[in-house]
């Protein structure tokens, strides 16, 4: 835990030194009620609802160069065809439809054909032709003793962890058990591929991972689509992008600051409760605005880079908490195309030990590209590579997918029927890149003993501080606003209290 105070201390300090350097805006700070750090998800649903359901004004910083964290929508230039490497779908929970209607984005179905799986162990790029997957019925089985497993554990589990056991001797002993253990438990292998699939997002280590986070990554809510008993949909023009470039230029410029992070954080002086925030240009961490606000909405990954503006605040709490006991996987998504992937298909990765067994599957050791999916009716593939939070580099995760294919092609796997092994045309290309950022925040078994989840929402209101965001509930955007109206009650009630 030391490192992590040390590097959050330095990444203070760095900033501080830096932006000392700058020469910040010395306007007066402009005023808004409430900062939101993040304009994902949870960010963006919470600015419309702060402004118009509470009359509130709000300055969302986001770093990159749009809201949506993590969607990411490719669009084909030549047809206007949305490709999604990032979020798939909107699972129906009450209200997020009608969030979608008042932001007016129509909606349909979101259907899928599905692909012919075929497992492949990408560091050998040899096909597993020994690997029996599960039968349809079987899975659904085993799905199903999934959801009951799961179900028990919702109402600690959600929405966010208000209701989490405060004391970790009090956390109910499975959901400490690494996820193999359940699978046995349980006999839930047949769904395992499934699991894989569908949680490829981001778990560097789903087997070894606390069945804990395996529930929050794999929720209820996504085995229920998966088992028909509830749907997703997507917008109408299957763009997801589109949800957020609506919100974007529904808040305008007043309520949103792009392509900026905060660099510095202060008290107001005297004896107001206000705050003060610098905000930086990410690219060149020059101050460009300076803001003045009551409270902070946090919707960023609590990873020590998105606290460090505000490391002061949190180094005077007597326990750093969640904050320090947080790890992720990084990931990396794209869009790739090449004439030797075949169509149709996934080239779903495998470890080779899933052979000659029927099953369990077993997931690859990462780093790894999850697989090779091909998009139904056209020619380009999703990939996304996943690691533990120090793969944040792209080039590094881009080489991953790389190594992948030609791991394929050299293994005769891929490309021979087409005669695509000359060299001229051996290259993978890329439609798409991009960092998917820090997912599935996780807290280790002996941290969560000692309680750090349980403390989790101690730290609502503290300094008048306030944390949603994938870390603080589950993956999934409409789950994600459950839990944020939530946490919006409570910080409304509470500027209410102290404002008036
Ligand atoms: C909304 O807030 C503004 C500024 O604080 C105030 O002037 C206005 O009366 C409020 N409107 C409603 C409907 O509460
Ligand atoms: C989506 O499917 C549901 C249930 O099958 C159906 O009632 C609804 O009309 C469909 N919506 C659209 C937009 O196709
Ligand atoms: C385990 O599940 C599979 C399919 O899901 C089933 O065929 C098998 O009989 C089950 N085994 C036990 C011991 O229940
Ligand atoms: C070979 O090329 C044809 C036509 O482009 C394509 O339909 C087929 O999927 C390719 N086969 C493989 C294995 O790539
Ligand atoms: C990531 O790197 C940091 C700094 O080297 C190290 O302290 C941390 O343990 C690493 N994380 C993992 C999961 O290995
Ligand atoms: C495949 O490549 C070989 C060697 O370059 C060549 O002789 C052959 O004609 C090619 N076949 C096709 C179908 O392109």
Known sequence: MLSKIQALLAAATALWAFAGHAAPAEDEPIYRDVAIIGGGASGSYAAVRLREDYNMSVIVIEKGDRLG??????????????????????????????????????????????????????????????????????????????????????????????????????????????????????????????????????????????????????????????????????????????????????????????????????????????????????????????????????????????????????????????FAAFKFSATHVGVV?????????????????????????????????ARFENYADSSVYRVMAVGDENFTDPDRARAVVETSFEKMMAAGTIGTENNTTSTQDSRLEFKYWQPHGLVNAYIDAEDLKKGALGKIHDFQAYYDFYWTGAAWSVHLTTGLWQFTDTVLERLVGDLKKIWG
């Open 69 to 322: 964290g993590h969607v990411n929508t490719w669009v084909d230039q030549a047809t206007g065809r949305g490709f999604e490497a990032g979020v798939q779908n909107y699972i129906d929970l009450p209200g997020a439809k009608e969030f979608f209607a008042r932001i007016g984005i129509p909606i349909a179905n979101s259907t899928r054909a599905p692909n012919e799986q075929v497992y492949v162990d990408f560091t050998t790029g040899q096909r597993l032709a020994g690997f029996v997957p599960p039968q349809p019925a079987d899975r659904t089985e085993a799905l199903r003793r999934y959801l009951a497993f799961a179900e028990q554990y919702v109402p600690i589990m959600e929405p966010g962890w208000w209701n989490f056991p405060k004391d970790g001797a009090d956390i109910p002993p499975e959901l400490l058990l690494p996820f193999r253990d359940i699978v046995d438990k349980y006999n839930l292998s047949a769904a395992v591929p499934q699991i894989f699939a569908t949680t490829g997002f981001g778990m560097h280590d789903l087997m070894g991972s606390l069945a804990l986070w395996v529930i929050r990554s794999f929720n209820v809510d996504m085995v229920r689509v998966l088992l028909g008993i509830n749907a997703g949909f997507v917008p109408a023009s299957r763009r997801n992008q589109d949800l957020y470039d609506a919100i974007l230029a529904r808040l305008g410029k007043e309520a949103v600051v792009l392509s900026s992070t905060v660099a510095t954080f202060a008290k107001a002086p005297r004896k107001s409760r206000m705050k003060i925030l610098g905000v930086a240009n990410s690219a060149t961490g020059e101050i460009t605005h300076r803001f003045k606000v009551k409270a902070v909405l946090f919707t960023a990954a609590p990873a020590p880079a998105n606290i460090a503006p505000f490391a002061t605040f949190l180094s005077i709490l007597p326990d750093l908490g969640p």
């Open 337 to 369: 195309s090449h004439r030797a992937l075949p169509l149709k298909t996934t080239l779903a990765n495998t470890r080779s030990e899933s052979q000659p067994a029927r099953y369990p599957l077993s997931p690859p050791a990462h780093p790894f590209n």
